[in-house]
């Protein structure tokens, strides 16, 4: 599976925008960029998910690089709420053409932690 | 809608024991996967079920197995438990698997002494 590259720790200002880094360099062309985070003392939450362009959502904007080497999570105004570790995600399977559905798995790195300063 | 639930919460078991963990996906989700999560490995993807066939797995002993039902409920069964299993076990739902948000239940924490 194609891995990521995620910056161990961040901090943000309450009210201010973060930019959360990753970088995938072996990423296949067929690969979806996932970001999932999770809050503490909870299983992990979808936030945003893409494959080429820019997506934008009520959570979170996700910037793909033109060469698809790297993204960026965009939190617009982070809020305490927001301190989480978040996970950037490549999806790996393989869709089988008979039945219509492939296999799915999630390979999560060690992901960021953001810390949300008040 | 109710999200994914899991039961039992929280578990002490015993080196050499084996236990049973419950998963009832989203209604209409067809397709569960399981992970463990510790903190050394972190997040570790553990296998697939989908119209209760397993579709993918993960790098694990055979010890780790686990079945779907026809309602999409699952379970994760660890047999003879090592200290090493210690870990939250988490389940999550997705509608068909494929490109699809996986929806995560709030784990079970499995304590092995």
């Known amino acids: 599976d194609a891995k990521t590259t995620q910056p161990n720790s961040m901090e943000s200002n309450e009210e201010e925008p973060v930019h959360l880094p990753c970088n995938h360099s072996?990423?296949?062309?067929?690969?979806?960029i996932h970001w999932y985070r999770q809050l503490p003392s909870q299983g992990p939450e979808y936030v945003i998910h893409?494959?080429?362009s820019n997506v934008n959502n009520r959570m979170a904007s996700l910037a793909i690089a033109e060469d698809r080497k790297s993204s960026t999570l965009i939190l617009h105004r982070a809020t305490l709420r927001d301190a989480a570790v978040y996970y950037c995600i490549l999806r790996g399977g393989v869709t089988t053409l008979f039945s219509g559905a492939g296999s799915y798995q999630l390979t999560f790195g060690k992901g960021t932690k953001l810390s949300v300063i008040p | 809608k109710a999200g994914v639930t899991q039961t039992p919460r929280y578990l002490i078991k015993t080196r050499g024991q084996q236990v049973t963990l419950s998963c009832s996906p989203i209604s209409g989700h067809r397709s569960v996967s399981w992970y463990q999560q510790t903190p050394g490995q972190g997040l570790q993807f553990l296998f697939e079920y989908f119209s209760e066939t397993q579709r993918n797995k993960g790098n694990f002993p055979g010890r780790f197995s686990g079945r779907q039902f026809s309602n999409s409920r699952s379970e994760m069964n660890v047999s003879t438990l090592e200290l090493g299993d210690s870990a939250l076990y988490l389940c999550?739902?997705?509608?068909?698997?494929?490109?699809?948000?996986?929806?995560f239940g709030p784990g079970t924490r499995l304590l092995v002494l």
């Open positions: 072996t990423i296949s062309g067929t690969d979806y």
């Open positions: 999550a739902s997705s509608l068909r698997g494929v490109e699809e948000t996986q929806y």
């Open positions: 893409g494959l080429t």
